[in-house]
C-alpha cells in the first residue's frame, strides 16, 4: 500500500510540476477543485473532501483514511476595449490553474494534509501597437501555493486548524513607453519579468451544531511578497539609449488576507444548501511599486497608485445526491469588484461579477471524479474618471466581458 501511494503522489507532483507553467485569468483566483467550481465556492461548511485544505482545513477531520485528488480548471477569458470609440479584443487564451491534495487521518483526534494549488493570477494580452500599448500590451502574473495544515478535532462538535502557506509569484509586465517627451516618434519596448515569495498563515473551523446545520470558517493571513528581476529594452534610438538601460529590479507586494465562511443546511440526508462568502482585504494593495538599479528615464523607480477597496464574494450552492454513484450540483456567485474608478488600467478592465455554475460527480469504488461547468460574466466598465494613470485613454470602455471555467477533479482514497 505504501509503496502504490508513494508511486501515486510522484505521478501527480510530476502533473502539477507539468502545468503550474500555465497562467490563469484574474488577479484572485477561487477556482481550488471542481467540485467547488460547480457549487460557486459554498463548501466552507460542507468541508468534505480534499480540496477543504484551500477552503477551510478544518475539514480534514471528517475525511477517513489516506485521500489525494488532483486536477486542473481551464479558463478562457473574452473581453473587449473600446478607446475613442474602436473597439479592441483582447487575444483569446487558454489558462490551467491546477491543483493537488494529499490528506490522511492519524487518529480519531489529528488530521494532517497538504495542499497545491493557485489562489492568484492574471492573464492579460493585446496587440502590440493597440491603443492603450503605453499602459500594457502583456501582462501575466503565475503563482502556486504550498500549504501545509494540521487539524484537530476539539469534540464532537468542533474541530480547528492551523497551517502555514508558501505563496511563489512570477509576474511579466510588457508595455511600450513614449518617446514623445523627448521629441521622437515612437516607443521603445519595456520588458520586465520579476519573482519572489512569501506566506502567510492559514487557520479553520467546523462546528456541527447538530445533523442538519454546519458553521465553517477558513482564513489566509495576508502576505507580504518580496520580488525581484530585471528589467530589459528594445528598440531603444541611440539618442536617448542612456535614459533606458536594462537593469535589475526589485518591489514588494502586499497580497490581501482573506476570510471565508459558510453555513450549510441539510434538509435531509441526500440534499445540501450552503451560503457564505468570501470577504477579501484587498485595500492592502494600494500601489504597484519597482525600483531600478540605474535611472530608467531619470528616474530610479516606477510607482503606479492601486487604492483597491476591501469586498465580498457572495455564494449558494446546492449538492444534491441523485443516486449512489452520482451526485449533481449547481451555484451562484456575486464578485465585488476592488478596483478604484480612478485608478483603473488595462491590466484589470474588470468590474462586479456573476458565476454560474453547474457540475456533477462521480464515485466508484475507491474513486471520485468531479466535472464542473462556469460562465462568467462581468459588468462593463467607464474609465472616465481615470486621467492619471499612464497609458489609459479616458475614453474607454470595457465590454463583452465573459469566461467559461471547466473543471475536472479525479480523487482516490486508500
Not at 507539468?18 to 488577479?27: D, H, I, N, P, Q
Not at 477552503?55 to 477531520?61: D, E, K, R
Amino acid at each position: 500500500m505504501k509503496r502504490r501511494l508513494v508511486s501515486v503522489t510522484v505521478c501527480l507532483v510530476c502533473l502539477f510540476a507539468f502545468t503550474v507553467s500555465a497562467s490563469a485569468a484574474g488577479f484572485a483566483l477561487y477556482e481550488y477543485s471542481a467540485r467547488g467550481n460547480a457549487l460557486g465556492g459554498a463548501v466552507i461548511a460542507r468541508a468534505d473532501d480534499p480540496s477543504t485544505i484551500a477552503f477551510n482545513p478544518a475539514g480534514l477531520t471528517q475525511l477517513e483514511g489516506t485521500q489525494v485528488a488532483t486536477g486542473v480548471s481551464a479558463i478562457l477569458p473574452n473581453m473587449d476595449v473600446k478607446v475613442n470609440g474602436d473597439k479592441v479584443h483582447g487575444q483569446n487564451n487558454v489558462w490551467l490553474p491546477p491543483h493537488l491534495y494529499m490528506t490522511h487521518k492519524y487518529n480519531d483526534k489529528w488530521s494532517f494534509g497538504v495542499g497545491m494549488y493557485t489562489r492568484f493570477g492574471l492573464g492579460t494580452e493585446y496587440d502590440a501597437d493597440w491603443a492603450g500599448k503605453a499602459n500594457v500590451t502583456h501582462a501575466v502574473v503565475q503563482s502556486y501555493s504550498i500549504n501545509p495544515n494540521v487539524a484537530y478535532q476539539v469534540n464532537d462538535n468542533l474541530s480547528l486548524a492551523v497551517g502555514v502557506e508558501y505563496i511563489h509569484v512570477m509576474m511579466e509586465i510588457d508595455k511600450t513607453i513614449s518617446l514623445a517627451p523627448f521629441a521622437l516618434a515612437g516607443g521603445v519596448l519595456s520588458k520586465t519579468k520579476a519573482e519572489g515569495y512569501g506566506t502567510a498563515l492559514t487557520l479553520g473551523m467546523l462546528y456541527k451544531f447538530n445533523d442538519q446545520w454546519r458553521l465553517g470558517v477558513g482564513y489566509h493571513s495576508q502576505a507580504e511578497i518580496g520580488a525581484s528581476g530585471d528589467q530589459r529594452f528594445h528598440d531603444v534610438p541611440a539618442a536617448v539609449g542612456g535614459l533606458f538601460p536594462n537593469n535589475h529590479v526589485t518591489g514588494t507586494v502586499i497580497l490581501p488576507e482573506m476570510i471565508n465562511v459558510g453555513l450549510v443546511y441539510y434538509p435531509w440526508e441526500d440534499l445540501s444548501i450552503e451560503v457564505g462568502g468570501v470577504y477579501t482585504r484587498w485595500s492592502t494593495y494600494n500601489r504597484l511599486r519597482f525600483e531600478f538599479s540605474k535611472p530608467v528615464g531619470g528616474s530610479f523607480h516606477s510607482d503606479t497608485p492601486k487604492d483597491w477597496e476591501d469586498v465580498w464574494r457572495y455564494n449558494v450552492g446546492v449538492e444534491y445526491a441523485a443516486t449512489d454513484w452520482m451526485k449533481l450540483r449547481v451555484g451562484y456567485t456575486y464578485d465585488e469588484s476592488p478596483l478604484n474608478d480612478s485608478q483603473l488600467d488595462y491590466l484589470i478592465p474588470g468590474n462586479d461579477r456573476q458565476l454560474y455554475s453547474v457540475g456533477v460527480g462521480f464515485n466508484y469504488d475507491a474513486w471520485t471524479l468531479d466535472l464542473s461547468y462556469t460562465y462568467l460574466w462581468m459588468k462593463g466598465r467607464d474609465y472616465a474618471n481615470t486621467r492619471t494613470v499612464t497609458g489609459v485613454n479616458p475614453n474607454s470602455h470595457s465590454m463583452n466581458a465573459r469566461t467559461d471555467i471547466y473543471g475536472v477533479t479525479l480523487g482516490y482514497k486508500f
